[in-house]
């Protein structure tokens, strides 16, 4: 059974920084891209970050450097490093984790809410 759990939400001040985990199993983790995702209410779910099994990293622009993503392999976990965040990153975060393998299916979290307040 594939499981994908997220720690580390809750509330944080804009100009703070906050950590956000995803341990997984169920999972050859190392053969995995993993990503973050980020839903408010009414509007579609989107991309902040993704991480690729080899490392290479991609960001949504808006993210504008300031936030990372990270992994390891060795804890089977992906992080997200949120510095600086703003109202505006007040949002449901997602992890992810899929393949580039055709039929491959995708997992997702359950979920986890950060709410940035000014």
């Known amino acids: 059974q594939v499981q994908l759990v997220e720690s580390g939400g809750g509330l944080v001040q804009s100009g703070g920084s906050l950590t956000l985990s995803c341990v997984t199993s169920?999972?050859?983790?190392?053969?995995?891209?993993l990503a973050w995702y980020r839903q408010v209410p009414g509007k579609q779910r989107e991309l902040v970050a993704r991480i690729t099994s080899g490392g290479s990293t991609y960001y949504a622009a808006s993210m504008n450097g300031r936030f990372t993503i990270s992994r390891d392999n060795a804890k089977n976990t992906v992080y997200l490093q949120m510095n600086s965040p703003k109202s505006d990153d007040t949002a449901t975060y997602y992890c992810?984790?899929?393949?580039?393998?055709?039929?491959?299916?995708?997992?997702w979290g359950k979920g986890i809410l950060v709410t940035v307040s000014s």
């Open positions: 992810n984790a899929d393949r580039l393998v055709a039929g491959s299916r995708d997992y």
């Open positions: 169920g999972i050859i983790f190392n053969q995995y891209r």
